[in-house]
């Protein structure tokens, strides 16, 4: 597998970036209700919806 240890750097980067911004748009549909599907009512800060997800 030599020929393939020159991709194992940015692979690694790309994997981070990607997960990344998975758990960021997550937690902003999550949280701030952006990128929520219009049927999700907006959280109320403190129920359990908004801690437990």
């Given at each position: 597998m030599?020929?393939?240890?020159?991709?194992a750097e940015p692979s690694y980067a790309a994997?981070?970036?990607?997960?990344?911004?998975?758990?960021?748009?997550h937690g902003?549909?999550?949280?701030?209700?952006i990128y929520a599907p219009p049927q999700m009512p907006p959280l109320v800060f403190g129920s359990q919806m908004w801690l437990g997800g």
């Open positions: 030599k020929s393939l240890k020159h991709l994997l981070r970036i990607v997960s990344g911004l998975l758990f960021a748009f902003a549909q999550k949280i701030l209700g």
